[in-house]
């Protein structure tokens, strides 16, 4: 699940529920194992383990998942919706070669891998954007200082 999508939630009858958290239960208890059709059992690598953990702690807290392949095409609405954008922004940002894309058509088209791969880059530039900025109103001595207008109000 992306951190920043609007999460859904899926309605779950109560046996299917239970089921859930039983899964979920036991794959955070126990080391998961697959049994095959042989009747053999397999341990599941540790990070497929972590991955269906997640998974389920989603579907428990009541939320949709969607997985989708690095490969897989979106349109340019889907896009912006991953990203939280409007898709005139999002049209821009292709453009500007922010983003590789390719066209069906009239119609502009963008991997999932390059466009988490953008959102990662994004979320960083931000994130060290912010923390500049807290690191100078520290330096400066006014990253605790009240603002004025907000003694006025009192």
Do not use: C
Not at 4 to 19: F, G, L
Not at 46 to 61: I, N
Request: charge should be negative; hydrophobic fraction near 40%.
């Amino acid at each position: 699940m992306l951190a920043d999508e609007k999460k859904t939630e899926v309605p779950i009858s109560e046996p299917d529920r239970q089921e859930i958290l039983h899964l979920y239960a036991s794959i955070r208890a126990a080391e998961a194992k697959v049994i095959g059709l042989d009747g053999k059992t397999q341990r599941l690598p540790e990070d497929l383990s972590a991955f269906l953990s997640q998974v389920l702690g989603e579907l428990k807290a009541g939320n949709s998942v969607t997985i989708l392949e690095d490969n897989t095409e979106l349109t340019t609405m889907e896009a912006a919706r991953m990203l939280s954008v409007s898709r005139q922004f999002l049209v821009q940002i292709l453009e500007q070669g922010q983003i590789p894309f390719h066209r069906t058509g009239t119609h502009r088209r963008v991997y999932t891998r390059d466009l988490l791969a953008y959102r990662v880059t994004r979320d960083a530039e931000r994130r060290k954007a912010w923390d500049d900025l807290v690191l100078a109103e520290w330096e400066d001595g006014t990253y605790d200082a009240v603002p004025m207008n907000a003694l006025q109000r009192e």
